[in-house]
């Protein structure tokens, strides 16, 4: 938490950690419009308070109907994948200077990283120059969410690396050939759930593969019939989840537009952090092939 801020959040999240069990499968997913969403958080509503914290804590998922305009993200397709192309693949360390970047991820270089997965990701970082015109779009509904984990909803807008926390904006293809991120669970000490928009859709952009997260029985839990552009995906950090591999039988091309597109919203410890916590890969303990919806009856 933010030392000396409180909202009706911050203590609640607070009694949970100390009291409750960390919640790790998913035990029902909730479909709703996200400006009712943003509306009963953005009330301060005590009892309101309590009942999303409760749902979070208890393993409860969320699908955000139209967070995005649809046309806007589709867009930044293109603008992402321009700017791909016109700036060469690399690496950097998260520390003060860092620029913007991207870098294919392929089999060879996911063992630089602490899971594995298949992926191209574009990074970006608010005090660059937002070649994309990412941050204030953004921004409008990153905010809910930090004032949802109990933080003053600008928390970590203007922080650089050495600052410690930052918030780094991840556009990430997950391409057709086999784009996939193993099960794993995030850290919950900068952001109290998981935050992320959908870019494409399956049937429109991709045949096989998506979003998952795990139930109870320990089986996997297709998200994407549910999930369509412009929808954002929230859950606790510490609910199994992953992507089961995109459209695997088909050539893997990374110059290609083709595939499962995201926005990731994270705060991160950055590489100036002497202690930094980061995802913790689960490996094959869940299988990635998902279920159909109608026979994921363990989350009911």
């Keep these: 938490m933010v030392i000396g801020y409180k909202n009706s959040f911050t203590s609640l999240w607070q009694e949970a950690e100390s009291t409750r069990e960390t919640p790790r499968f998913t035990t029902d997913i909730v479909v709703i419009p996200y400006d009712e969403f943003r509306d009963q958080v953005m009330s301060d509503d005590p009892a309101t308070a309590r009942r999303l914290v409760d749902s979070f804590y208890s393993g409860v998922g969320y699908i955000l109907k139209g967070a995005f305009d649809r046309d806007w993200l589709r867009s930044l397709i293109d603008r992402t994948h321009d700017w791909g192309l016109e700036n060469p693949s690399g690496f950097y360390k998260m520390i003060d200077g860092c620029p913007d970047y991207h870098r294919a991820i392929d089999a060879e270089q996911t063992r630089d990283y602490s899971m594995h997965h298949i992926k191209q990701s574009h990074y970006?970082?608010?005090?660059?120059d937002d070649p994309l015109d990412l941050f204030d779009e953004v921004n409008r509904r990153w905010r809910v969410f930090k004032f949802l984990g109990g933080y003053p909803s600008d928390a970590?807008?203007?922080?650089?690396?050495?600052?410690?926390i930052i918030d780094r904006l991840q556009v990430v293809r997950y391409p057709t050939g086999g784009g996939a991120l193993e099960s794993h669970t995030d850290p919950t000490q900068n952001q109290k759930i998981v935050i992320g928009a959908l870019m494409s859709e399956r049937g429109a952009d991709y045949s096989q593969g998506g979003f998952y997260f795990v139930s109870e029985n320990g089986k996997s839990i297709d998200c994407e019939p549910m999930l369509s552009v412009g929808d954002m995906l929230t859950g606790s950090p510490t609910v199994v989840?992953?992507?089961a591999p995109v459209d695997p039988d088909r050539e893997l091309d990374w110059k290609s537009k083709e595939g499962r597109w995201f926005l990731g919203l994270y705060s991160n410890d950055s590489d100036e952090m002497p202690k930094r916590v980061t995802a913790k890969s689960l490996g094959d303990q869940f299988p990635s092939p998902v279920l159909p919806l109608a026979d994921a009856k363990g989350i009911q």
Excluded: I, K, Q
């Design 241 to 243: 989840h992953g992507v």
């Design 124 to 128: 970006f970082f608010p005090w660059n």
């Design 156 to 164: 970590y807008e203007r922080n650089v690396p050495s600052d410690g």
